[in-house]
């Protein structure tokens, strides 16, 4: 025991220092990164669990401090305040509701998302965000040791939520132009299948057609990731009706611009939900959100004048990076994947940034030459075509 504990003392102590140090190097490149490894390989003390202990975990998107002056164009969120009807809503609460718990199932966030997509009030579990829904549906429906399977590249955080559960994740390819991978997917044997759709970070959309086969020929849970449906031309909630084992899940963070506040929900046979209510926490929405949430899917009209906007940027976009020799995947989300004309993803990314232009890079197999946009207002997106113009100037120059 005490041999342990001067153990621990010597690994703290070596982490400490080495810490320390890398602070002082923080002009290199990726010293956050590098220091939070070192902390979590020196420091994290033996009562953790071994899974946590070996785990990386998600990495968010960058979020700059308020004052930052940036094109922010890096997380999808919605380019758009949202509606007026959200802030009313806020100021109008009375400080009784904070006082009080807030009603355990957002019931009239579920009673207001049921008439707008005609469903029942029971078939609509809410969320802290879309990522709370993800966790409760992994903890729901795969045991400890079993599988998530899910085509890849796609939402880093599947993975990640396999590992929590103590279960594998499992990852097959795309089929050719970002098909759905039926045979694969099923040759995994996995307990769930998690399909972004529209994909994040590809943008690409997969028919509910397709879904519907691999739902016929799949005994275990489908979850559809619909964060991006509302920028799409067609989605997956209809499948609900005859199918038990789909899960549709969706946010208000991008479609309503209500990133900040984490609402998300998800639509299921009542049956099913019953059981995700089980696993949830007991209060996982706040009262502020079940109010502002109600209020923005009240307002429907707002919502679809800013997807319709979105959606046009989106197209003069991927035409313009088109024509400046970038290679855009077509897309049915709120983001486009372009792949630089130089096949230098990680130079672009870094050389907008430098003109205070954010996007994002993932440097990972089949991404390293691409960048992901968030499509923005038409001003923002004017910046970021002018920044790669500029980038790509010495280059023609040359
Ligand atoms: N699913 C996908 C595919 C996403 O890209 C995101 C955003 N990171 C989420 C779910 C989670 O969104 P939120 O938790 O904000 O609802």
Known sequence: MREQRREMREERRIGLSRLSSLIEQRHTKHWRMRCLRVHFVFMAPNFVRPTVRGMEGYTPG??????????????????????????????????????????????AFRVAASKVLDVTR?????????????????RTFVPPGGTIAFPDPTYSLY???????????????????FSLPIDALLATKANAIYLANP???????????????LAKEFPGLILVDEAYAD????????????????????????????????????????????????????????????????????????????????????????SELTQLGWNVLPSQANFILAAAADGRGRDAYLGLKEQGILVRYFDKPGLKDKIRITVGQNHENNALLAGIKALMTPEKAA
């Open 62 to 107: 960058e979020q700059p401090g308020p004052g930052a002056r940036v094109v922010k164009l890096n997380t999808n969120e919605n380019p758009f305040l949202p509606s007026p009807r959200v802030m009313q809503a806020i100021r109008e609460m009375e400080a009784e509701n904070l006082r009080r718990y807030p009603n355990p199932t957002a019931d």
């Open 122 to 138: 029971d078939m609509i579990i809410a969320g802290n965000g879309s990522d709370d829904i993800l966790t409760i549906a992994t």
């Open 159 to 177: 993975p990640v939520l396999a590992q929590l559960e103590e279960a594998k994740a499992v990852s097959v390819d795309w089929g050719k132009d």
């Open 199 to 213: 994909n994040a970070p590809t943008g690409t959309f997969v028919s509910p057609f397709k879904v519907e086969e």
């Open 231 to 318: 920028f799409a031309e067609d989605n997956c909630l209809a499948l609900v009706e005859d199918h038990p084992n789909i899960v549709i899940s969706r946010t208000l963070s991008k479609a309503y611009s209500l990133a900040g506040l984490r609402f998300g929900f998800a639509i299921a046979q009542e049956q099913v939900i019953f059981e995700m209510m089980k696993v949830k926490d007991s209060y996982n929405t706040d009262a502020v959100s079940i109010v502002a949430a109600t209020a923005a899917i009240e307002d429907q009209d707002y919502a679809r004048k800013n997807w319709e906007y979105i959606k046009q940027e989106r197209q003069r976009l991927s």
